[in-house]
């Protein structure tokens, strides 16, 4: 009975994978500006709509895993770099719910960041990205594929996906900053 929940659990997963993930986003892609996300408030959720300036999605597949949590310091600390280059705001989105995202902030930067960690806890932000990857394997669900993508309003000008999400080859801050 066990191996047949477990079957039908990953066929879930990935069928879930599959339906909740659009086309993969390209430059001249919107953002997903009409879908919720969460920052510091479970009970409080809110849309991009009508974004404007220059602004950087760093997508992560999971809060507190190894490679995760040796991307985002480098936007946090270059975070002064990317606004001499314009940028406005920089989000770091993952598939995990807002407690998990504002203790990781919190381990991240304890003295605070300007950055903003963004809490998909459906998955439905990065899916609408195509960005959705099942993840099932390792991080028990579907998560954010590791991604990076500058977008001036609501439309992507720059977009770097990782192969492989374990890797930091394209989407590490010293890659994106001279991309601006």
Sequence with gaps: MASLLAG???TAHHLATSLLSAAEAKVGSTIPVKVP???DDAQKTFTFEGIKGKNIFVGVPGAFTGTCS???PGFINAYEQFKAKGID?????AVNDVFVM???KQQLAPEGTPI???ADDQGAFVGALGMLFDASPLLGAPRSKRFVAVAEDDTITYIAVEQNPAELTVTAAEKVLPWL
Excluded: G, M, S
């Design 8 to 10: 039908a659990t990953k």
């Design 37 to 39: 996300v969460k920052e």
């Design 70 to 72: 040796a991307q985002v």
């Design 89 to 93: 705001n920089i989000y770091v989105v």
């Design 102 to 104: 504002k203790a990781w």
């Design 116 to 118: 903003h960690f963004i």
